[in-house]
């Protein structure tokens, strides 16, 4: 099933107070156009609450719960705050009603909410171009989640919540690695398939719950029993032997912890180390092209006249000492005197010198390059062999440790054998009394035990289903991270770069390790210069984690949905400064421009900016294409005009106007 992005095509607010229209109207009427939109107002005017009515015309009075995992008895989302839009109007919204109309790929979809509870008037669904076929209210979830080609209603939420709005709120996916897990989930799993995983996922945590409340119901009963224990005194020697197993027991679990604590910080290490060999290997693979193509062109200008055949033979035997014609390897020799000669301004087949300076040249010039290139070639696979031979200690370290903890828990077994052995030995009265005791303690060990099998089993199909998911990333990862770089670039100073780098993590607190797909962010510090991976969010400026988050989305989007997509910022010239307020228009404008605005391409990359009147370029640079007045007015939602004023408007209408005026329409012509 192909995943569509929605694509606003236009609003209409009726009977709401906060935007009563232009004078004596009862609301306004937009149409979205497929590139560039802006909601233009000031604080109070309701940008926000206009950006917030577009999202929840298409959720309804619901909320995505935040990404993680949860047991069976957690939704993906639950009831919100009906009354979001009513709060914000003296009546409460009481007949107030809205009607978005918004495109899946050819699909179209019409809703019509009541803005007081944002219940559900009715829900109509056609074509591109033909009339719309009411549906039965009933089944709009579904219907949604069948236009967006996803699974549940569930992933229609997050693709809108992580990936299409970027709201006050600022929900994070770049920074949040469950965020970016649930979208690949929603986006590259076949729907039964994501369903799947996302109930498995359910019953690990549910089954890992139970069996933890168990085993601490069974140390409450341990405790119990030890106190029983301690009141037989006229077993004596029974009692010293109970005694003495008792702090070999107590010492063997302790260090049963301490090697699933350093298990675990193993894991994350190798985790690490395995991420750091992919890096490196990777920037190997790209000196090593860069080479081979400086060697290539070096051989073609040292035979500027013979065919591309003869130019490729040439070049096995003085890379690799193979002739391709009689199959004979190993010719050193001749592969030292063929480069020496390439060196030197020699005809290699014949070892004259060139008779054109201009030849002779560009070929050691291009042959230095080479040489550089094989330095830095060398260097990288030294680097390689290095991390390969980090990440092969820090396996092999967790091996052991696997096998000690493996050792640790059989001696615990036998210990504790040990010990109910010695308590059968005990007088009849106290033996029963404990045999009591410790039978509960059997039937909620095997509940615990079979608690602990059903998340297993359940670790079992997630990991087959993660392997499918890990193969589809990889199969978009070149291009999200392409896309990422060139939105990213048209901001950043400095050097970025989108690494694919998998997060090993649990799932319940207990239980294996999973390695879930997820992108980190390189980044040039601005007072190092070094490069560093940024793994939260706190690592970054304010405009930093901003931006980035927003380059990301987008890669997300042009790479899933390609032209059909669109993206809704709330405030993106909050965060920046005058110099970097042209940037960020430029870089927004340029995401709509080439959905929009390539010859042959179709206009449909739209995206939709609320943004405060504002001096500076944010403004002139995000509407930079479209230098006519009526142009930038389509494109505009002046809530100067058509939103309840605030006393600051009121009383300073001529001076908004003005700045209106500055600000929208610099650089026109009618």
Known sequence: ?????????????????????????????????????????????????????????????????????????QADWFHGDANMFAVRANDGGATATAELVVRFG??????????????LINHATGRA??????????????????????????DVLRLCDRVVFFLENRERLLWDWRAQYEIFRSLLLPPNEASKLRSLESQIVSADSSARNIRATMYKLRNRREKQVRKL???????????????????????????????????????????????????????????AHLK?????HSLPRAGNEV???????????????????????????????LGHGQCILCGSPFANEDVSTTTEALIAQAQQAHD???NLRAAVAEAQLRLQAATEEEHGIVDRLRRCREEVDLLQRHRRNLIGKLPRADRAQLARVEGELDNLRSSAEQFEHDREVAEAEVELLLAKLREGVERFRQPIESTFLKRGSSFFIEHIRLVYAPRVEKIAQLGAKFEFPAFEVDMTSGSTGAAFVRRTYEQASLSQREYLDIAFRMSVMESFGGQECSIVVDGPEGSVD????????????????????????????????????????????YLGDHSTRPARLARTIDLLTIATPTAALEQLRPEYTTKVEEVLFRGTFP
């Open 233 to 291: 005194e006229r077993e004596e020697d029974v009692l010293a032997a109970i005694s003495d197993v008792d702090p070999r027991i107590e010492t063997t679990q302790q260090l049963e912890i301490e090697l699933v604590q350093q298990l675990d910080s193993k894991r994350v290490e190798v985790a690490d180390e395995r991420a750091r060999v992919w890096k490196i290997t990777t920037d190997e693979d790209a000196a090593a092209a860069r080479y």
């Open 578 to 621: 005058v110099v970097f307020a042209d940037r960020a228009g430029k870089m927004l404008a340029a995401f709509a421009e080439t959905g929009s605005r390539v010859p042959g391409g179709t206009p449909t990359r739209q995206i939709i900016a609320a943004c405060n009147v504002v001096e500076g370029g944010f403004i002139p640079f």
């Open 376 to 378: 830095e070639l060398t």
């Open 129 to 154: 171009g033909l009339d719309f076929n009411t549906k039965d209210n009933g089944g709009y979830h579904q219907d949604v989640a069948d236009l967006a080609g996803v699974g549940s209603f569930g």
């Open 311 to 341: 130019q490729y033979l040439l070049l096995k035997i003085a890379d690799e000492g193979h002739c391709l014609v009689c199959d004979t390897q190993g010719l050193d020799s001749m592969s030292a005197e063929v480069k020496h000669r």
């Open 106 to 119: 050819a699909n179209r979809l019409r809703i019509q909410r009541r803005l007081r509870d944002l219940s």
């Open 1 to 73: 099933m192909t995943i569509q992005f929605p694509v606003f095509e236009s609003l209409s607010v009726r009977n709401y107070e906060l935007y009563p229209g232009a004078t004596g109207g009862n609301g306004f009427d937009f149409a979205f156009q497929a590139d560039e939109n802006l909601v233009l107002g000031v604080n109070g005017l309701g940008k926000s609450t206009l950006l917030l009515l577009l999202k929840q015309m298409i959720q309804g009075p619901v909320r995505l719960r935040s990404p993680g995992f949860a047991g069976e008895r």
């Open 296 to 300: 290539y062109r070096a051989l073609r």
